[in-house]
C-alpha cells in the first residue's frame, strides 16, 4: 500500500512537473534582496501542496539536494548558483481570517500580512513593519525587530518534512531560538497560524507607520542588503556597535560595503559578488575579534559555493 501510493505519486508529478513549473537553469540573482546569487540548475515555484510533495519526490528521484526559497531576504547564494533543486513558496500564499487567529501558507509576504492585519484590526505584527521576508523564512529563522520575535505570535506550524509527512507542530516543537530553530533539519513550514490581538485599525496603522519610519532612518532602507548580517552576540554590545567602533562603517571591497547609517548591514551598491560579500564578513568577524575579543556569527544563511 505504501509502496503503491508512493509510485501514484511519482507517476504524477512526472505529469505535473511540466516546463512551467520546473524550470532550469533559472537566475536566482532576482530572487534575492542583495541581488546575488548565480543560477538554479532546478527551481519550482508550487502552486498547491500537491505540486509541493511532488517537488519533493522529484528530488528525491533525482538525487538533488533542496533549497527552500521565500523572500530571498536573508540569504547569500554563490555567483555560481545552485546544483539542486530550489523550492520557491511565493505562490503559496492564501490567507484566511478567522477571528482572531490567522491562517496562512508560507509564501505570503509579511508586508501584506501587516496591511490585511490591520485592515482587519489585529494588532501584534507592527514593530515588524519593514521586514522584506515571506512568512515561513520569517518562522525558519524567527525574524523579529523594536522587542517583538515572530515566534510570540505563532499557534501552530505546519511542516512537510523531508521524509513527506505533514506534522502540525508547536513553537516548542520547533526549537526556536534567537535568529534561528531546527526547521532546516525537519522540512519545509508549509502553513502558519498566528494568533493576534484585536485593536483598532486606525491605532495599529499609526503604529505599523511609526515602526516603518524609524526603521527608515536608522537602516538602509531600499537599497539591496540581506538585513543584519551578524547576530547581536550575548554578553556583548549589539554587533551594529562593535563593527562600527571597529571602524567598519563605510569600508568596501568592490561594489559591497558596510553601510554607513548601520554597520551591521552590508549593502550591494552595483555588481557585487558572493566573494566581495564573504570578504567582508570574513574582514568584520576578524576586526571586532581582534578589538574587543568577541567571535561574531552570521544571521544571514550563507549557502556554500561548491
Ligand atoms: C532591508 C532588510 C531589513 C531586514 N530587517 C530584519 C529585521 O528587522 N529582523 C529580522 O529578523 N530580519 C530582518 N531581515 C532579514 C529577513 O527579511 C528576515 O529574516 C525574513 O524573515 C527572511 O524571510 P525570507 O522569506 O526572505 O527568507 P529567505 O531569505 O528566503 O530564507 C531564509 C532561510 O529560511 C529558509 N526558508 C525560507 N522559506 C522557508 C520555508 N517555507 N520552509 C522552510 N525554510 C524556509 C531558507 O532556506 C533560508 O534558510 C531584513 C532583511 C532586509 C533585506
Known amino acids: 500500500m505504501e509502496d503503491g501510493r508512493k509510485a501514484a505519486g511519482r507517476a ?10 520546473l524550470k532550469k537553469n533559472v537566475e536566482l540573482s532576482k530572487y534575492t534582496t542583495f541581488g546575488i546569487g548565480g543560477p538554479a540548475q532546478f527551481m519550482v515555484e508550487p502552486r498547491t501542496m500537491e505540486e509541493l510533495r511532488e517537488a519533493l519526490d522529484f528530488a528525491e528521484s ?11 531576504s536573508d540569504i547569500l547564494l554563490p555567483d555560481s ?4 533543486l530550489v523550492i520557491r513558496f511565493s505562490r503559496l500564499s492564501y490567507v484566511e481570517v478567522r477571528g482572531r487567529r490567522v491562517v496562512c501558507e508560507a509564501g505570503v509576504y509579511l508586508q501584506r500580512l501587516l496591511n490585511l492585519a490591520a485592515k482587519e484590526g489585529l494588532s501584534g505584527l507592527e514593530p515588524l513593519a519593514g521586514i522584506p521576508g515571506q512568512l515561513g523564512g520569517a518562522i525558519a529563522k524567527n525574524a523579529g525587530s523594536y522587542g517583538r ?19 502540525d507542530t508547536d513553537t516548542r516543537e520547533l526549537s526556536i ?6 526547521i532546516p533539519d525537519l522540512g519545509l513550514v508549509v502553513r502558519v497560524t498566528l494568533e493576534l490581538a484585536e485593536g483598532d485599525p486606525e491605532k495599529i496603522t499609526a503604529e505599523t507607520e511609526k515602526f516603518l519610519e524609524r526603521r527608515k532612518k536608522e537602516q538602509p532602507y531600499g537599497i539591496r542588503s540581506a538585513g543584519c548580517v551578524f547576530k547581536n552576540p550575548e554578553n556583548a554590545e549589539p554587533a551594529g556597535y562593535l563593527l562600527d567602533k571597529a571602524g567598519l562603517k563605510g569600508f568596501r571591497i568592490g561594489d559591497a560595503a558596510y553601510s554607513d547609517i548601520h554597520a551591521n548591514f552590508i549593502i550591494n551598491e552595483g ?3 558572493y566573494g566581495d560579500i564573504i570578504r567582508l564578513i570574513e574582514i568584520g568577524k576578524e576586526r571586532v575579534k581582534d578589538e574587543f575579543g568577541v567571535s561574531l556569527e552570521e544571521e544571514i544563511v550563507v549557502v556554500q559555493d561548491d
Open 149 to 167: 520575535e515572530i515566534v510570540e505570535l505563532v499557534r501552530s506550524v505546519t511542516i512537510l518534512t523531508w521524509d513527506g509527512e505533514i506534522v
Open 271 to 273: 555588481n557585487a559578488s
Open 81 to 84: 548558483g545552485f546544483r539542486g
Open 177 to 182: 531560538v534567537y535568529r534561528g530553530s531546527r
Open 12 to 21: 504524477l508529478s512526472m505529469k505535473v512537473l511540466t516546463e512551467e513549473t
Open 62 to 72: 533525482e538525487g538533488l539536494k533542496v533549497l527552500p526559497l521565500g523572500g530571498g
